[in-house]
């Protein structure tokens, strides 16, 4: 059973960008995987402006989830949302995602490190769902 | 009550109460008794059935009442939605219970006003049906209808019709509700109302006027494709997955953080858990037009005074519903369904000062506890995402495999199918557990760990936590001398090794098990194996 319980991170070993808008972050799973075990990403996020959203993406584009802040004061830090990453999202125990700051109408871009304060793989638990 | 198994959907929830009451609660485990469903004396529709669409009739009709009712009444529609901007706890582990309560009393509100005693509010279950139903364009289910202009034409005319009966509830308000406020942040009634005018920040302004009060639109009714995407099947099923209502780390954690009291705000130590912080938050927002809508004001959905819409209901009803989903599914898998103690004991005994009663009466004092189960309110959900999980999840499990030991001295022997140790040994999703059952021990006993040593050679009576034969070592905490009487029996649960020495006769139909409890740490062992049981979870 403690094996259920055993949580793994790893921060993002790689930050660059390229020519789509956001921040592209590399991690790195600690380990394979066992059977039913699944993978989740873990984003802390800092003050967002008002009506902005946090976009998460794999590299080739497909949305893995949005964090939209709701019951925030303004100018209070967003707390820690936590999207699951598909099995097809990982290769070699690697995991490259997107993460970008949607802010709609003004458009989008890369996260400042005050806006994304940090991002974490967390190897989840196997349930009998 | 202990944390291992205490239903409480309202299925079983007084038969594990008796058992509470009997004592069970002094045991580190109790047994897994099954307990048959009940009928529900209301039953919550899927809002596209034919019983939601019945209970949209009466919802049409008290939200009409509450409407006309005066400011000064507890039941009217505005001031029952400042029950919410007042109390609701977002970003911690009452999210669930909380709104629990407050929906159910607003049924019994709905079931009174409406004159039909069999209403139960409907759910919109997103992940199927990812828009608002048409039919919540209908008259009062939308807040853009002009039955609200008479109130929410303007912040000026809204601020006339309900500011004087809020400031007298105010004045009212005792020392412990005054005591939650503060840590709110409501210190003044300016501070609440500063949440209601945005104070300055359009997006952070609760109110909202009649033709701005829902983005989502008749001729535009679906949720975009990020809110879609965030009431997935896939994310839905990540977010049931955690087995434990609460864990520090919530990637493992069904509930949001753990907080001081339910009125701590959200902020930079906050830990949303996947339902809460995804669909939960995104269709809030989507329905109230953030993005489009730039940095604001946005419709009632975004801010906490969210349930000026209808659809806030219907939507609360598909987060409890899940919820539901979840404990059925801990349930079912042998999971607790709530945190261990003292967790257990703090999250029941928050109080919550603010509910409305169906009767228009204030609830007062009501501790969290009161709303961990469905009971509470006599109701069931009719199956919506969700339930054919556990149906699959169910026929999968192995975990219903369950051998009963012979035991002699302190020496338990089973007979357990080898396909279920093979896969145990796997790694794989299933694991043996076995269940021994020893005695208390009694006052000035010395002896009070013992090592749990599966398929150990004969004369081991010492075993290293590295060895394949160790499984765990069992261990009472305190002492007993304040207990009068015999202390009873303790059943622990202890997964068996991963290594195949510890079983014998792997390549027959069914491999032995040996089990056997020695004293930790050179005590002396009494004869103490009352019984063993091996369980797949």
């Known amino acids: 059973m403690q094996m259920l319980f055993s949580t793994l991170f790893a921060f993002a070993l790689l930050v660059q960008t390229s020519s789509a808008p956001g921040r592209v972050v590399n991690l790195v799973l600690p380990r394979n995987l066992n059977a039913d075990e699944g993978v989740a990403v873990e984003l802390k996020l800092g003050v967002l402006e008002r009506g902005n959203e946090v976009r998460v993406e794999t590299i080739s584009g497909k949305l893995l989830g949005v964090i939209s802040p709701y019951g925030i004061r303004s100018g209070n830090q967003a707390g820690t949302y936590t999207i699951p990453v598909p099995a097809e999202a990982i290769s070699n125990n690697c995991v490259s995602l997107r993460i970008i700051l949607d802010r709609h109408s003004r458009g989008k871009r890369a996260p400042t490190a005050q806006e994304v304060r940090s991002v974490k793989l967390r190897i989840t638990s196997a349930s009998s769902v | ?537």
């Open chain 2, 1 to 537: 009550m202990d944390n291992q198994k205490s239903p409480f959907t309202r299925r079983s929830f007084l038969k594990t109460s008796l058992a509470a009451a009997a004592g069970a609660a002094s045991l580190p485990i109790t047994t897994y008794a099954f307990t048959p469903p009940q009928t529900a004396k209301y039953i919550r529709y899927n809002v596209m059935s034919e019983g939601g669409k019945k209970a949209l009739q009466s919802y049409t009709k008290a939200i009409q009442a509450m409407l006309a009712l005066k400011p000064e009444h507890p039941h009217n529609w505005f001031r029952n939605a400042f029950v919410h901007l007042m109390d609701c706890p977002h970003g911690n582990w009452w999210f669930y219970v909380w709104h629990r309560g407050y929906i159910g009393y607003f049924e019994e509100t709905i079931r009174n006003l409406s004159g039909d005693q069999t209403f139960a509010i409907p759910y919109w279950d997103w992940t199927v049906q990812p828009e608002i139903p048409q039919v919540m364009f209908d008259n009062v289910l939308t807040p853009t209808d002009k039955a609200f202009e008479p109130y929410t034409r303007n912040l000026d005319v809204f601020t006339s019709f309900i500011q004087p009966s809020l400031k007298t509830y105010w004045n009212s308000l005792n020392t412990a509700q005054r005591g939650q406020l503060n840590i709110r942040g409501y210190k003044t009634f300016e501070d609440m109302w500063n949440d209601v005018t945005g104070n300055g920040d359009p997006g952070n302004m609760a109110f909202a006027t009649t033709p701005t009060a829902r983005y989502l639109s008749r001729q535009n009714p679906k949720l975009d494709p990020a809110t879609a995407k965030d009431c997935s099947p896939e994310i839905i099923k990540a977010g049931l997955k955690p087995i434990e209502y609460y864990n520090a780390n919530v990637s493992l954690s069904f509930t949001s953080s753990k907080t001081p009291s339910h009125m701590t705000p959200p902020g930079s130590n906050t830990k949303f858990s996947t339902i809460e912080g995804l669909p939960h938050n995104k269709v809030h927002n989507c329905i109230g037009g953030v993005g489009p809508l730039g940095p604001g004001p946005y419709g009632n959905m975004t801010n906490f005074l969210s349930p000026v819409d209808p659809i806030f209901y219907l939507h609360h009803s598909n987060i409890d519903r899940l919820w539901d989903v979840w404990t059925r599914k801990q349930q079912q898998a042998g999971y607790p369904i709530l945190p261990p103690e003292p967790d257990r004991t703090t999250l029941s005994i928050e109080e919550f000062l603010f509910y409305v009663n169906g009767n228009g009466q204030f609830v007062g004092a009501s501790k969290a506890g009161e709303y961990l189960s469905t009971a509470r309110f006599g109701y069931e959900y009719e199956p919506g995402f969700g339930d054919k999980l556990l149906e699959i999840s169910k026929a999968q499990k192995p975990g219903k495999m369950q051998v009963k030991g012979t035991v002699k001295g302190n020496r338990a022997t089973l007979s357990v199918p080898s396909a279920a140790v093979k896969e145990h040994l796997a790694a794989s999703a299933t694991t043996l557990v076995a269940e021994v059952t020893v005695p208390h021990p009694t006052t000035g006993s010395q002896t009070r760990e013992f090592h749990v040593l599966v398929g150990a050679p004969e004369g081991v009576t010492e075993a290293d936590p590295k060895s394949p034969y160790f499984a765990g070592t069992v261990a009472f905490f305190g002492n007993m001398s304040h207990a009068h009487g015999t202390p009873g029996d303790a059943t622990f649960a202890v997964p068996l090794p991963k290594a195949p020495q510890a079983f014998k006769g792997l390549e027959a139909t069914n491999a032995t098990v040996e089990i056997r409890i020695v004293a930790a740490g050179g005590q002396t062992q009494p004869s103490l194996l009352k019984s063993a049981t091996i369980r797949a979870i």
